[in-house]
Nanobody, 127 residues
């Protein structure tokens, strides 16, 4: 019912740029923290960046100065601008959001807060 849909992944050369987008849909009441995670082949999924509803950002050290996270609360979207990409950035990137929404059951509706994940979008950096 509440879903996160990602877009913007692709193949780029080292030094190139990509902009990832994630849009939350459904009967949304509020979205708190939103973030981007990534998982490279053979590695643990890690937090790349996150942003609070008020716009406070946080980045993992390896992307500081290169990536920028932003959000548009009116559109329930979050973006990740990735510049100066390196081969080490190759991974599947996942959108994550802390969302309060209206969940429909057979007996009626319920307002619930939960963590949601996007389906993932692949980023490949190679020459």
């Amino acid at each position: 019912q509440v879903q996160l849909v990602e877009s913007g992944g692709g193949d780029v050369q080292p030094g190139g740029s990509l902009r990832l987008s994630c849009a939350a849909s459904g009967r949304i009441v509020a979205i708190y923290n939103m973030g981007w995670y990534r998982q490279a082949p053979g590695k643990q999924r890690e937090l790349v960046a996150d942003i609070t509803s008020g716009g406070t950002t946080n980045y993992t050290d390896s992307v500081k100065g290169r990536f920028s996270i932003s959000r548009d609360n009116a559109k329930n979207t979050v973006h990740l601008q990735m510049n100066s990409l390196k081969s080490e950035d190759t991974a599947v990137y996942y959108c994550n959001a802390d969302v309060t929404g209206v969940i429909t059951y057979h007996s009626g509706n319920s307002i619930q807060r939960s963590i949601y994940w996007g389906q993932g979008t692949e980023v490949t950096v190679s020459s």
